[in-house]
């Protein structure tokens, strides 16, 4: 069954089916061939109690705070703002770049809207300044990424709905190595630029009291993400009413620092609608699949599979991260993390690992996903906000963050208290 | 004629998806609302339930907007190195077999809607929602998915048969205008 269900994963994903109509197909083929019981009577049901869920409306939410955020051109005066900061840095605004994507996909589900108003603002200054268009525009890719480590994420919420992981708990532990790797990709940058200068552009620093003015374009959006994150942990709201207080933040700071319009608003609405929809249809289809999966016996095969191949739990767990990179070559975040999970995550828990450690880990693969070509698609998203120049350089530009999350996989794994630390400590409350 | 007809199944979804949109923010306006009352020791009580049936609701209705947004993923490996036939003809399949599933769904939804009616179901919380109430719009969203589905595929099988491929594929293609994927 396993190996049908690889082939015919494969198969239908490369015939460029919609990923959650794959999803469908794949989990009647297992009803027809390898269940007794006709399992498709439950599908009615199925997709009535995946939608009438109160946490998965946290994802329109929080889909309309990016939205909303990145619309009114608050990402924009941002990305001002940080540029007064980092500019003297080795590496100047590339750092704002990385800065920038981190803080808005942070607020927000949208990293790739993110990623796209970081690169039509980011890249005219590029060409004026000096700065190497590979390394700018792979910071872009790169940081875009962030966002679906740094909570509140959209790709948490899915990942701890089906695997019945709580949610509060995956954002407390993708926090640290959200920031981590957010520094780190710092960190790369300024490195590269001590070593080869001429890629970092020209470093600009900027008198105290124009950085100060700066600060205050910065407030908002640091109390926004305060106020989502801080509502969560003080206990008094769920993820979703965060994401609806996030909302109304959105809005308000929307109406104070940016522009905002019937028009904007209705872009935005529409945006938002758009994204939830996708997003549902692949995460019904994964609950379906889910459920013929486990009905049809999949686990005790998995676990005969396993018990075969004479693997230990850290073999395991190398051939999974090797599963990933290679399947990140050609699926994107969402479908990978979802097409994954039926099989993956019970075989990786059977062996004692922490669902909440592995949801972590998965994320940072995820992420390299969206950079590793061919099909990487903050790597198009940067390139299509480019008026200049090829993909190639936006390729070779994201590979020393692919190292950096390389070694954020290594480090994941060889010290799993850099996501379980912060859980363990505040879990109690 | 097809032009005609995509044309108009956008601009009917375009306003779908705007009063989806607009009741996602007042449910979003409504669980605020509930936080603030629940700071004074007071509560409306059941956001939660009503938050589910928004989202599931909401979520039907806006899948066919997406569709024509050209927002569903896809995997574009082999599919982009086709020429413009072999793109149409990718397209055209895939098309089919999301029209396909969606009625597939659709119809299997019915007996939970059917069932609800039959038992005049309430919800097991204290609003004791009637469920039909609640499922028949909810139904009906996936209804509508599988129509603009049918009438999508209809509308871009005849741009194909009349050679328009660079039409078919702007109607049923892989990306839109703005790739906006999750995360």
């Known amino acids: 069954m396993i190996l049908a269900i690889a082939v015919g994963l494969l198969g239908l994903l490369a015939l460029s089916i919609p990923v959650g109509i794959v999803l469908f197909l794949l989990a009647f083929g297992v009803d027809q061939f390898f269940s007794f019981f006709p399992l498709i009577r439950g599908l009615g049901n199925l997709v009535w109690s995946t939608s009438n869920n109160a946490t998965l409306i946290a994802i329109p939410f929080f889909v309309l705070v990016g939205e909303v955020l990145v619309r009114s051109g608050v990402a924009t005066r941002t990305y001002a703002a940080l540029d007064r900061w980092v500019s003297w840095l080795p590496g100047g605004l590339v750092h704002a770049n990385v800065a920038t994507a981190t803080m808005f996909s942070a607020t927000s589900g949208s990293s790739v809207a993110t990623a796209a108003t970081v690169a039509t603002v980011a890249m005219p200054q590029a060409e004026k300044l000096g700065y190497d268009p590979r390394l700018f525009s792979g910071a872009i890719a790169a940081g875009g990424t962030l966002g679906i480590m740094i909570p509140p994420s959209i790709n948490l919420i899915v990942y701890g709905f089906l695997t019945q992981t709580s949610i509060p708990q995956l954002f407390l532990a993708g926090l640290v190595p959200g920031i981590a790797l957010a520094l780190g990709f710092m960190a790369i940058t300024a490195m590269i630029c001590i070593f080869r200068p001429s890629l970092g552009g020209n470093r600009r620093s900027f008198p105290l009291p124009e950085m100060l003015r700066a600060l205050l374009q910065l407030v908002p959006i640091m109390l926004l993400f305060t106020i989502i994150i801080g509502t969560i942990y003080q206990g008094w709201a769920t993820p979703t009413e965060a994401a609806a207080v996030g909302v109304a933040g959105a809005i308000l700071i929307a109406a104070l620092f940016g522009g905002v319009s019937v028009g904007m608003f209705a872009e935005s609405i529409l945006g938002t609608v758009k994204i939830t929809s996708m997003i549902m249809l692949v995460v019904i289809g994964a609950s379906f699949l889910n459920f013929t999966l486990a009905s049809a016996g999949l686990g005790s095969e998995l676990q005969a599979l396993l018990d075969g191949m004479g693997l230990s739990p850290m073999g395991l767990i190398f051939v999974v991260v090797l599963i990933y990179i290679v399947l990140g070559f050609f699926i994107e975040t969402l479908s990978l993390m979802v097409v994954t999970i039926p099989i993956i995550v019970p075989l990786v828990v059977a062996q004692g690992f922490d669902p909440i450690w592995f949801g972590i880990l998965m994320i940072v693969l995820i992420e390299m996903a969206l950079i590793t070509p061919p099909v990487g698609l903050n790597l198009y998203v940067v390139q299509g906000a480019r008026k200049s120049g090829n993909m190639g350089e936006v390729m070779v530009g994201a590979i020393p963050y692919v190292i950096a999350m390389l070694i954020m996989v290594a480090l994941l794994i060889a010290f799993p208290s850099i996501a379980l630390y912060l859980p363990s400590v505040l879990s109690g409350s | ?183």
């Open chain 2, 1 to 183: 004629m097809e032009d005609r007809l995509l044309g108009t199944l956008r601009r009917l979804n375009r306003g779908v998806a705007l009063l989806t949109g607009v009741v996602l923010m007042a449910c979003a306006l409504f669980v605020l609302a509930d936080i603030v009352l629940r700071q004074m020791g007071s509560s409306f009580g059941g956001t939660d339930e009503i938050s589910g049936y928004v989202m599931a609701i909401a979520t039907s209705w806006g899948m066919a907007f997406t569709l024509l947004e050209l927002g569903h993923v896809r995997i574009d490996l082999l599919r982009g190195r086709a020429g413009n036939l072999g793109r149409a003809l990718f397209d055209l399949f895939a098309m089919l077999a999301l029209t396909g599933t969606v009625t597939l769904i659709a119809y299997k939804c019915w007996p939970v809607v059917e069932r609800s009616l039959a038992n005049s179901s309430r919800a097991n919380t204290p609003l004791e929602t009637p469920l039909a109430l609640v499922q028949i719009p909810w139904f009906a969203g996936w209804i509508w998915f599988a129509l603009i589905a049918w009438l999508t595929f209809i509308a871009a099988a005849l741009l194909v048969f009349k050679g328009r491929f660079e039409d078919a594929e702007a109607a049923i293609g892989c990306f839109g205008e703005d790739q906006g994927a999750s995360s």
